[in-house]
């Protein structure tokens, strides 16, 4: 009768494939984490640009719209419901103009495109491709 069971080679042949395996799959699994994060932190910058346009529709300026950085009519939160605070929302804003800034927070700071911004023109930054 034959051996039945498994060797210490084929045990460790084993081993060292999943490890390759892991070694090639996590960093990929990060990069798209923290990609479909920024998505989520550009949907609510552009969502916050809309409030802003309903604001000035109702009153005529922007300017009351923030109070010291921080959004008044909006949370600063991305995401708003969650627990874990990815980015936070900012507002800078005059009587007739606004800039809107996503800083990125914990986690989210190794984001290669840093803190995402969208002003009243419609200019986005930065301009790297793959950010906007």
Not at 58 to 84: C, H, Q, R, W
């Amino acid at each position: 009768m034959g051996q039945r069971g498994v060797t210490l080679l084929e045990l460790m042949i084993t081993v060292v494939v999943v490890a390759i395996l892991a070694a090639v799959a996590v960093p990929s699994y990060f990069s798209y984490v923290r990609d479909s994060r920024r998505d989520l932190a550009k949907q609510s910058l552009l969502a916050a640009a809309q409030k802003m346009e309903s604001y000035y529709a109702l009153n005529m300026k922007y300017s009351e719209s923030a109070s010291n950085g921080s959004p008044t009519i909006f949370s600063d939160k991305v995401p708003a419901d969650g627990s874990e605070r990815y980015y936070t929302l900012t507002v800078s804003a005059s009587q007739s103009s606004y800039t809107l800034s996503a800083v990125p927070q914990g986690s989210q700071s190794s984001d290669s495109c840093g803190t995402l911004s969208l002003t009243r023109a419609g200019a986005k930054t930065p301009s790297t491709s793959g950010c906007w």
